[in-house]
């Protein structure tokens, strides 16, 4: 069954936000941690975050001692204080949009304004809400509710951040038409505003839709809801268990929407396994070529092939011809210690992307024989060059393994936290770019009679560079996963923004600098052409910056294939006479 995949599903902001933040403080393992409340609307995520130490507490209480986390939803202004007032710390988790209505009520309410808030009075939200009343705020959930409000009142007119759109427009045209002075605020969040209008447009698209989420969660309900007003068969499910494949029988197509307390991992498990479900008009010969396409997706094949290509292209641009024996070392050991160290560092996997773990799970004999096979390989190749390359492969094999292995006792206390290289802040997306930069680059010189450095080192950077980048996006797009197991990547310690906004100066320094070499002659004018590498990585980067390409598949996708585009220019490049 073909499965269509909402572009906007799972974590809103304030959700991603909030969890993060949880997470950070968690593997700061500083003490006891809480939550005053349940941080989100997710028994799956509760149970996850119960397992690293952090327990919900709903009272206060004077001799309390730690951490606690205010959630996303937000508290009373008395609850805050209670907190304040006992020996807690607190993390405000609060969502920057629930706060911003916060605030609106508070300066209002204090200009004798009655606030009128559109919600569910009973939603954690709502409550936080109303405690900035200070007593004088109403809550409608209908535009018959409208009807029962005070005569001759100034208001202003809010809403909960995950409310119906449709509905609170609705209700504020009631309310302007009753009261005309009225002062009304748009504060139902972008996302749940989008979310709501791509379930509508998705299920004229498909033949049946499945919304994942809590069944406790208010905005996942009314997705369920706005989607069975379609017509659409709709099925709300909280986890891929609870799926039937008779509820499918007739389908050809499926859609999935998430809401927004729902991890990306719920979400990978649901549609991984509806895509078992349901109907299929394709044939079996295209069946079976899309099974070998993503059975070779998934063993690190694609990325093997780009350290080709690099390694490739670097040699071109640095001594204008190149061999294959070097781009083919590059391939085994890219492929080798990716395989690997996924075997060796397997935990982050399970939350980014399940399906990769339980396929690595499943053909774990086939994955560690073709890694040895590769290293093996590498070797013979690497020692038919020379021995002081073969030393030098050998060095970058046991350094690459050596990466996921413990190397301090935990009991050395602080430095316990830090018993592998991997665990070092942002040492991943660094120490990737420098065993490609090396093995691509610094590898093939020698034996080289009188190599020429400035070439050599624009080569490594190139390589490096451009490895860089593809790491530190796919550590930005795995951010929750690393989270939860508690490794420091490179988003982790700068923050996402601002890993982000460091990916894009890097390409675009390096592109320039590039573009300069090969304008002064240093290097091939084959630079001009790999320019086009940079472009592209300016651009995929920018639009996920933007908010324009927020699926990871796709920009995973679109990040390797860039790898590939070097050696298939050089190829052109060397095909016109340079």
């Not at 100034?154 to 302007?176: F, G, W």
């Not at 008779?246 to 396994?273: C, D, H, Q, Y």
């Not at 935990?410 to 290289?421: E, P, Q």
Request: hydrophobic share 45%.
């Amino acid at each position: 069954m073909k499965v269509r995949l909402a572009k906007i599903a799972g974590f809103c902001m304030g959700v991603r936000r909030a969890m993060e933040i949880i997470l950070s403080e968690a593997n700061k393992g500083d003490g006891k941690l809480f939550t005053y409340g349940p941080l989100i609307h997710n028994q799956q995520v509760l149970d996850l975050l119960r397992s690293k130490g952090v327990n919900v507490k709903e009272d206060i209480d004077e001799h309390d001692r730690g951490r606690i986390t205010i959630r996303a939803h937000g508290i009373t202004p008395t609850e805050r204080e209670m907190i304040r007032s006992s020996n807690l710390k607190i993390i405000d988790a609060t969502c920057p949009r629930v706060a911003k209505v916060q605030g609106i009520i508070k300066r209002y309410n204090k200009k004798g304004y009655t606030p009128v808030i559109f919600g569910d009075s009973r939603h954690p939200e709502i409550i936080g809400l109303m405690g900035y009343c200070k007593g004088h705020g109403i809550v409608i959930g209908s535009v018959e509710d409208v009807e029962r409000l005070p005569e001759k009142r100034m208001l202003i007119v809010v809403s909960q951040t995950t409310q119906d759109v449709d509905a609170y427009r609705e209700i504020t045209e009631a309310i302007k038409s009753r009261y005309p002075e009225a002062i009304i605020f748009d504060t139902i969040c972008d996302e749940t505003y989008k979310r709501q209008r791509e379930v509508r447009s998705l299920a004229y698209k498909v033949d049946s839709m499945v919304i994942v989420g809590g069944y406790n969660s208010g905005n996942t309900r009314r997705l369920d809801q706005i989607s069975r007003s379609t017509g659409k068969p709709t099925f709300h499910v909280e986890t891929e268990k609870e799926l039937k494949g008779l509820w499918f029988s007739s389908t050809e197509t499926v859609g999935v929407t998430a809401g927004a307390s729902t991890p990306n991992w719920m979400i990978k498990n649901v549609t991984g396994r509806l895509k078992t479900m349901g109907k299929s008009r394709q044939h079996p010969l295209g069946s079976l070529l899309r099974k070998v396409f993503l059975f070779l997706l998934k063993t690190n094949i694609p990325v093997a092939t780009g350290a080709f290509s690099l390694t490739y292209a670097g040699l071109m641009l640095s001594k204008g011809n190149a061999d294959l024996i070097h781009p083919f070392l590059a391939l085994f050991y890219v492929y080798s210690m990716h395989v690997l160290n996924r075997f060796l560092d397997k935990g982050a996997s399970t939350y980014n992307d399940p399906g990769i773990a339980l396929f690595y799970n499943q053909h774990k004999t086939f994955l560690v024989a073709t890694a040895l096979t590769g290293i093996s390989a590498g070797l013979i190749l690497s020692l038919y060059l020379g021995i002081s390359q073969f030393v030098l492969f050998l060095v970058l094999t046991l350094l690459g393994v050596a990466y996921s292995i413990p190397i301090i006792p935990l009991r050395f206390k602080y430095l316990g936290r830090y018993a592998k290289i991997k665990d070092l802040p942002g040492s991943k997306t660094m120490a990737e770019a420098l065993a490609w930069g090396i093995i691509s680059s610094l590898l093939p010189i020698i034996g080289w009679p009188e190599p020429f450095w400035p070439r050599v080192l624009i080569s490594f950077f190139f390589v490096s560079s451009m490895c860089y980048v593809r790491s530190g996006l796919f550590d930005i797009l795995n951010i929750q996963g690393d989270l939860i197991v508690g490794r420091e990547t490179l988003p982790i310690a700068l923050g996402e923004e601002k890993a982000l906004n460091l990916l894009l100066v890097i390409n675009t320094f390096f592109g320039i600098f590039i573009l300069l070499s090969t304008s002064i002659g240093i290097v091939s004018n084959l630079g001009l052409l790999l320019i086009i590498c940079f472009l592209n990585s300016f651009i995929y980067l920018t639009a996920y910056q933007k908010g324009w390409m927020r699926d990871g598949s796709r920009l995973q996708a679109i990040a390797e294939s860039n790898l590939l585009l070097p050696g298939l220019l050089a190829l052109i490049w060397s095909a016109v006479g340079g």
